[in-house]
């Protein structure tokens, strides 16, 4: 499908076409004049890209690199890289984008105080009355609704926030087990009360996937109990230099992993353990064989590196895991390794 690209305030943006299809369908049922259609569609449009951007300048605060997508069930503002932020700036970051449509809603209300455009006795256009209306729909409801405690929406991953500020228990599988009674409540009360199909559906496909999201957890718990075994002993190993143990183990990880983030880490400990056993060869080798999308540490592309004899090959993989982590320390030791091969 066709969609549009561009910049604002240095924060990339795509609109996809079937955004603008959901604004027009939403938009036929409202307005039949196409003049009106065609406001209605900017409206949609800008308030949705200024609820993105309530994300996306929060998260620029915090060091986050944003790009907006406008889709077919509204907008994502995704992170593209920087710094990796806790639950309470995640949670401050989930609520900037319905505070933006409910503070656009106080402004329509005080718009309509000082211009009584809603009084029986000020004789305003129709047409404009309900464009008015759509106006302050979509930015005030479309932001309550936003606000529900169910994921993906806004209010599930502030839930989720919350739960992980609290500490009790696993805040990604408490907001998916909450999430769906909600959207089912939700589904049944538009779907018998507004008959309104298209929320009923959203609010199915929400559970969906808050189902299969549940047992996806389950898996990476599972996984992550492992690798915390691994990473407690991994200094023991280190400091014995016992890479028969770290090889072993991390094998063992690997073969029983469900995640690629478990077969990532238990890579990186092979090719650690093969450093250690002075064979830099087999460790370079090891440490292609990544999950795409992962790189080295810190510490392992380091050693692999002092250990390597292939030194292309291992100034390559330092390149990959500086850029993957922007650590200032692999930054400067990869320039160090290049102007040595420079003089």
Not at 100 to 129: E, T
């Amino acid at each position: 499908m066709p969609e549009l690209s561009f910049s604002i305030f240095r924060i990339p943006v795509r609109v996809q076409a079937w955004f603008l299809a959901l604004a027009v369908v939403l938009g036929v049922e409202w307005f039949r004049n196409l003049s009106a259609l065609v406001v209605f569609c900017g409206i949609v449009f800008v308030s949705v890209l200024a609820h993105e951007l309530g994300h996306a300048f929060v998260g620029r605060a915090f060091g986050l690199k944003p790009s907006i997508t406008l889709h077919a069930l509204g907008g994502l503002t995704s992170w593209t890289g920087g710094k990796a932020v806790g639950p309470g700036r995640s949670l401050v970051i989930s609520l900037a984008g319905p505070a933006v449509g409910l503070f656009f809603g106080v402004l329509l209300v005080l718009a309509a105080i000082a211009v009584p455009i809603l009084a029986p006795d000020y004789h305003a256009p129709p047409l404009a009355i309900e464009l008015f209306k759509a106006a302050l729909t979509v930015n005030v409801f479309w932001s309550v609704f936003n606000l529900m405690p169910v994921v993906p929406l806004d209010g599930g991953n502030a839930l989720r926030s919350f739960w992980a500020l609290t500490k009790i228990g696993d805040a990604e599988l408490v907001a998916r087990v909450v999430s769906i009674p909600v959207a089912l409540g939700i589904a049944l009360a538009f779907g018998v009360g507004a008959r309104d199909m298209f929320m009923p559906m959203l609010m199915l496909l929400y559970v969906g996937q808050n189902v299969s999201g549940i047992r996806t957890r389950r898996l990476v718990r599972a996984d992550e109990v492992i690798q915390r075994d691994l990473a407690q002993q991994y200094p023991g190993w280190l400091a014995a230099r016992d890479g028969d143990s770290m090889i072993r183990e991390a094998t063992r990880a690997r073969a029983a992993a469900k995640t690629p983030h478990l077969v990532a880490y238990a890579t990186e400990l092979v090719a650690m353990g093969q450093s250690l056993q002075g064979d830099g060869r087999s460790a370079l080798a090891t440490l292609h064989a990544m999950p795409q999308g992962f790189a080295p540490s810190l510490d392992v592309a380091l050693h692999v590196l002092d250990t390597a004899g292939e030194r292309a090959a291992a100034l390559e993989l330092l390149r990959r895991a500086a850029e993957s982590s922007g650590d200032p320390e692999l930054l400067r030791r990869l320039e160090e390794a290049r102007a040595a091969d420079r003089g």
